[in-house]
């Protein structure tokens, strides 16, 4: 089987938080425009125009000679490390065969990812203003209060925070009217499967009106749709939609159990997230499903049997088709967020509380990559070092009920052996 091939440049529209499209979630790279200069952006252009645009045809005739793509390399290393990636090969044959030799592709997408901005109501830890404009926003309110913590954030930003340039910016591209009918045409006509995302997408207004604009085509019944939530939030309306589509899954993002994911997903209730779990299981009927996705990094390594045990448990006891578990959600980066970056005693002491609990190939790996060591001792303690100080900063500007001090006051004290 092919290890560069993946389905997305042949089946799959991606457009980002700002509008700019890629090939899939996975990848940092935005696909640019025949001059090779600008980006294609989903409130200038549209999907048809970059779909066989020079960029994506390279890609393709590259993909199909077997060679590397640059926009990949997130899959590769995730690869070469024994973790699940996003990357399929499934109907290689048939996409190539529907390939011309300059890389044109004949057919539409029919699977598509939108975000639709970055409006959010959480400050997630691994998060930043990419993904919620909150996020920004507090950045830069801590900013004001120490400028010198500010400027350090964006100098470390691929270590601290996916650092941005535009703090407190809300990514809106969709609200042109144009732009969105096209785009809601685009995906009633073309379609099957529709991940949505934000931000959190159901504090966005124009993601119901998408619903209503496929209900009103008649269109909805040939979908499947994910939408990814943070469960802060629901809407009676969505029982209006979800019954009539194909199917449906929510993908719900919690991070831990009671405190922790309150913690991580600042400032979510832990309540509220039960509360909503049970409006989707109430509306569930033969076609809804739900499959959480945490997102799996430090702050909750150490919590990951309990995490998979309290989800089995609220499940009914087993996992099926209509009840799942993803991993895709796992944490890279920001590098500080990334479990391997701790402390080797601490790593092994998480590592052998999770290896008395049995549960999929995943989770052996990510045990296995516990016992590894990925940096050297020098990067391990710029990291930790980083760790320290972004976190410290936002739990006392956050005046949290417990820092993360109090909430892993051991992998505090390997840290602090480590740096001295
Ligand atoms: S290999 Fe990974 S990064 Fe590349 S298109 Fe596929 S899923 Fe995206």
């Known amino acids: 089987m092919s290890k560069v091939f993946c389905e997305k440049p042949f089946n799959h529209n991606y457009i980002h938080t700002n509008g700019k499209m890629r090939l899939c979630c996975t990848t940092i790279q935005d696909i640019p425009t025949d001059n090779n200069y600008n980006l294609f952006d989903a409130s200038k252009h549209t999907i048809d125009e970059y779909w066989n645009s020079n960029r994506m045809k390279e890609i393709r005739r590259k993909m199909i000679a077997g060679e590397k793509i640059r926009d990949c390399e997130r899959c590769y290393r995730q690869e070469e490390q024994g973790v699940e990636s996003l990357r399929s090969t499934q109907g ?33 830890k691994m998060c930043s203003q990419m993904y919620s404009h909150m996020h920004g926003l507090e ?30 910016v809300k990514q809106e591209w969709y609200k042109n009217k144009e732009t969105k009918l096209k785009i809601f045409e685009h995906i009633s006509k073309n379609i099957k499967h529709l991940n949505v995302i934000g931000g959190e997408p159901t504090l966005i207004p124009e993601f119901y009106e998408l619903f209503d604009y496929c209900d009103k085509q008649g269109t909805l019944g040939g979908k499947s749709v994910t939408l990814v939530t943070n469960l802060t939030n629901t809407n009676p309306r969505l029982t209006q939609w979800l019954p009539k589509l194909k199917d449906w899954t929510i993908w719900a993002s919690v991070d831990g159990v009671g405190i922790r994911t309150e913690y991580i997903r600042y400032p979510s209730k832990w309540d509220k997230i039960q509360e909503s779990l049970e ?142």
Request: charged share 25%; glycine share 4%; proline share 4%.
């Open 139 to 168: 950045t830069l309110e801590i900013g004001r209060q120490d400028p010198d913590w500010l400027h350090w954030v964006k100098e470390h930003g691929a270590n601290v925070n996916n650092w941005t340039n535009e703090l407190g």
């Open 92 to 124: 290689m044959k048939n996409y190539i065969m529907d390939t011309l030799p300059d890389g044109t592709h004949q057919k539409s997408a029919d699977t598509m990812q939108i975000q639709l901005g970055n409006i959010c109501n959480l400050k997630c």
């Open 279 to 420: 409006f989707y299981r109430s509306i569930l009927g033969d076609n809804g499903n739900i499959t959480l996705s945490p997102a799996i990094q430090l702050l909750n390594i150490d919590q990951l049997d309990d995490i998979i045990k309290w989800w089995i448990q609220w499940c009914g006891g087993e996992l099926n088709q209509k009840y799942g578990f993803t991993w895709l959600a796992t944490v890279w980066y920001p590098l500080i967020c990334n479990p391997n970056m701790a402390p080797r005693e601490w790593r092994l002491q998480v590592a052998e509380k999770l290896s008395k609990y049995k549960f999929d190939e995943n989770y052996e790996n990510i045990i296995k990559q516990l016992r590894r060591d990925h940096h050297t001792p020098e990067k391990y303690r710029e990291l930790q070092t980083a760790f320290i100080k972004y976190n410290d900063k936002q739990d006392q500007f956050r005046n949290v009920k417990k820092t993360w001090r109090q909430l892993l006051p051991d992998l505090e004290q390997s840290i602090i052996k480590e740096i001295k």
